[in-house]
């Protein structure tokens, strides 16, 4: 058995419930909803078996190459999603989340699976910590920009008074702002504890906490965003269109240091997403 044996499964009941999710805001009924969720969840189940088929036989986290890397991105963004439903009050976000993890379990089918001989020491609790509480991090982020654009398209159908299309279909401004701060704090949070235990790791790996490595200074631009974010919704009252745009811009740094930045400029973390 190979892991396109339970990912192709994964990938299709994930296209499922993507169509679910598009139908249920469509035509707002809640039986679309229940079938797009009931998908995720199944293909959640398929996804989980394939991280523990590949974590079975490599006795480590599966991000050694860029098709490891990404399907386990998208495990975790799969998880946290089916998590934060059973409290999050923003049903339509599906529509955001779920299609990127179909894109990005289709991405990882279609990369090859190259067997890497890492430099790179695995067995390290610090070196866990990391990746989860990153990819964790990255989850959360991910949604807060989802939430973000979303805010976005309601603010501006409110505004124009034209389309009651997307009035009538999305949740309140108050609702999806609060949210996305909500995804923010969780995020940054998580993000935060993972850059520390990344440091510690360096340090065991390599020898040195900080090496100005290219991941690293854009991990660090990363995070300064959104510390600059929360810090001026603190601080000034920051809300609204200039936080969900900020909310934004910050996810599109995180995606360029996630791939562009190991692809691109090299370093140390170039060995996670060799293909």
Same mark, same amino acid.
């Given at each position: 058995m190979t892991t396109n044996t339970l990912l192709i499964p994964a990938l299709m009941l994930y296209l499922a419930g993507s169509a679910g999710y598009v139908l249920f805001f469509l035509v707002q009924k809640e039986s679309w909803?229940?079938? *797009?969720?009931?998908?995720?969840?199944?293909g959640f189940l398929f996804h989980t078996c394939a991280i523990g088929y590949k974590y079975a036989h490599g006795g480590r986290l599966p991000v050694a190459n860029l098709h490891e890397t990404i399907l386990f991105a998208a495990?975790? /963004?799969? *998880?946290? $999603? &089916? /998590?934060?439903?059973?409290?999050?009050?923003v049903?339509?976000?599906?529509?955001?989340?779920?299609p990127l993890v179909a894109l990005m379990t289709g991405a990882a089918i279609l990369l090859p699976d190259t067997i890497v001989n /890492?430099?790179? @020491?695995?067995?390290?609790?610090?070196?866990?910590?990391?990746?989860?509480?990153?990819f964790t991090g990255e989850a959360a982020l991910a949604l807060a920009c989802g939430t973000a654009i979303l805010y976005l398209i309601q603010e501006r159908?409110?505004?124009?008074?034209?389309?009651?299309?997307?009035?009538?279909?999305? @949740?309140?401004?108050?609702?999806?702002?609060?949210?996305?701060?909500?995804? &923010?704090?969780?995020?940054?949070?998580?993000?935060?504890?993972?850059? &520390?235990?990344?440091?510690?790791?360096?340090?065991?790996?390599?020898?040195? $906490?900080?090496?100005?490595? @290219?991941?690293?200074?854009w991990s660090g631009i990363s995070w300064l965003i959104y510390a600059a974010l929360l810090h001026?919704?603190?601080?000034?009252?920051?809300?609204?269109?200039?936080a969900a745009i900020l909310a934004i811009a910050g996810f599109i740094i995180l995606v360029f240091t996630f791939l562009g930045v190991s692809l691109f400029l090299g370093g140390h973390h170039y060995e996670f997403t060799r293909w």
């Open positions: 909803y229940r079938a *797009g969720f009931i998908s995720v969840l199944a495990w975790i /963004l799969a *998880g946290f $999603f &089916i /998590l934060i439903r059973y409290r999050g009050r049903k339509i976000l599906g529509v955001f989340a779920v /890492l430099k790179t @020491p695995f067995n390290s609790i610090w070196l866990f910590i990391h990746i989860i509480l990153i159908a409110i505004k124009t008074k034209s389309n009651r299309f997307f009035f009538k279909r999305l @949740p309140s401004l108050e609702m999806l702002d609060s949210t996305g701060y909500a995804f &923010i704090v969780g995020g940054f949070t998580a993000l935060t504890i993972g850059l &520390i235990s990344g440091f510690v790791y360096a340090r065991q790996a390599w020898g040195h $906490f900080w090496s100005w490595d @290219p991941k690293e200074v001026e919704r603190i601080v000034a009252g920051w809300r609204g269109r200039r």
